[in-house]
């Protein structure tokens, strides 16, 4: 197994395990009830390990360089949406395939 993220805010933490989980990534969270009384408790941060097979692709996934910046049109209501949603914040509707996405802005 490889580390593939380590910080000491949990929600940050968490938020990349259910993106590798959602991948179908086998993710194990080490110290998450804090240390084993080596060091203070808030001085344990917490480690995302994963596969070896699967540390690239892991690391691709958590690579926020390589997502895109650009908003996404919305197929309901032509709302433009920032990129990090997957969801429009005005009808609810899912974001469409970025094959479709591109098809459809490009089509505006």
Same mark, same amino acid.
């Given at each position: 197994?490889?580390?593939?993220?380590?910080? &000491?805010?949990?929600?940050? =933490?968490?938020? @990349?395990?259910?993106?590798?989980?959602?991948?179908?990534?086998? +993710? +194990? +969270?080490?110290? &998450?009830?804090? @240390?084993?009384?080596?060091?203070?408790?808030? *001085?344990?941060?917490?480690?995302?390990?994963?596969?070896?097979?699967?540390?690239?692709? =892991?690391?691709?996934?958590?690579?926020?360089? @390589?997502?895109?910046?650009?908003?996404?049109? $919305? *197929?309901? $209501? #032509? #709302?433009?949406?920032?990129? *990090?949603? *997957? +969801? $429009?914040?005005?009808?609810?509707?899912?974001?469409?395939? #970025?094959?479709?996405? =591109?098809?459809?802005?490009? =089509?505006?």
């Amino acid at each position: 197994m490889k580390q593939i993220f380590t910080n &000491e805010n949990r929600l940050l =933490a968490m938020n @990349s395990k259910n993106i590798l989980e959602q991948a179908g990534i086998h +993710v +194990v +969270v080490k110290n &998450e009830h804090g @240390s084993d009384g080596a060091m203070p408790g808030h *001085q344990a941060w917490l480690e995302l390990w994963v596969n070896d097979q699967d540390y690239i692709k =892991a690391l691709e996934l958590l690579d926020t360089d @390589s997502m895109p910046a650009e908003p996404w049109l $919305c *197929q309901s $209501c #032509e #709302e433009q949406v920032p990129t *990090q949603f *997957q +969801v $429009c914040w005005n009808c609810q509707t899912e974001r469409l395939a #970025e094959t479709e996405n =591109a098809e459809e802005v490009s =089509a505006v």
